[in-house]
């Protein structure tokens, strides 16, 4: 008998998501009918107008903001059947976040800031880890500098080095260049790139920035909340493709 080809489950399968806010007019459909999947290894770029949806999306599929209607899978696990403790410990174990704004605390150095979400998973190696992976991010001389003494370049490697130590399925960055020069933002996408690719991370990554985009497998354009567009790699041109 052949054999029988191997099915890969999605990391990610967004199914139906809406998103609905009440203003002063009534309801705001901030997303509609959001639908797609994502394979392990897969990376994404979603691209927009400001105030598509985008920034939305990703904190539904990180289970941060709960959806109207509509589910996220995640690594398997429908996450809003799961309560809030639940979908914390699901993020914790399996994801990575990167931000536009770095996020670090300010009273943390750099190592303290790269060690804090393993020792919240109780591992005895966080420094080691944590200083392993800030060597690799190119920061080995700064472990004991705090955020207000580093670059803004320093800082989002630091939140790198913060998102990969755990080894996510699944890495969330939301314009993670957009407080960087065009040169600092640059060599910040190569590693991120780089790593990503070099721990098999599933990437999603919302961005205005076209050549970033190129750099990924797919793009996902949304419109006024929904997908206007879910592109491959190579289909068309846009922007300029990295290494």
Avoid: W
């Avoid at 174990?93 to 393993?118: D, K, Y």
């Avoid at 985009?213 to 491959?232: V, Y």
Wanted: hydrophobic share 45%; aromatic share 4%; charged share 25%.
């Amino acid at each position: 008998m052949p054999a029988i080809a191997e099915v890969r489950e999605p990391i990610i399968a967004v199914r139906a998501v809406t998103k609905e806010v009440a203003d002063a007019t009534g309801t705001l459909t901030i997303l509609h009918e959001i639908d797609f999947e994502l394979a392990p290894r897969e990376s994404v770029a979603i691209v927009g107008a400001s105030g598509s949806g985008k920034s939305t999306l990703l904190s539904i599929i990180a289970g941060l903001d709960v959806p109207s209607r509509g589910t996220v899978f995640l690594a398997g696990r429908d996450l809003f059947k799961l309560d809030e403790d639940a979908r914390a410990e699901q993020r914790a174990r399996n994801v990575g976040f990167v931000f536009q704004s770095f996020q670090l605390l300010g009273n943390l150095t750099a190592l303290e800031n790269v060690m804090l979400p393993l020792e919240l998973m109780g591992r005895r190696d966080a420094r080691a880890a944590a200083t392993e992976m800030l060597g690799r991010v190119g920061l080995a001389e700064r472990l004991a500098h705090y955020p207000k003494v580093l670059s803004g370049g320093e800082q989002q490697r630091v939140a790198l080095a913060r998102a990969f130590v755990v080894h996510p399925q699944v890495l969330l960055a939301d314009e993670p260049t957009g407080s960087l020069d065009y040169a600092t933002g640059e060599r910040v996408m190569a590693l991120m790139f780089e790593m990503n690719r070099e721990l098999g991370t599933t990437l999603v990554l919302v961005t205005h920035d076209r050549g970033i985009a190129a750099r990924c497998d797919r793009q996902l354009r949304i419109e006024a909340g929904r997908i206007a567009g879910d592109t491959a790699r190579g289909s068309h041109p846009v922007g300029t493709p990295g290494g």
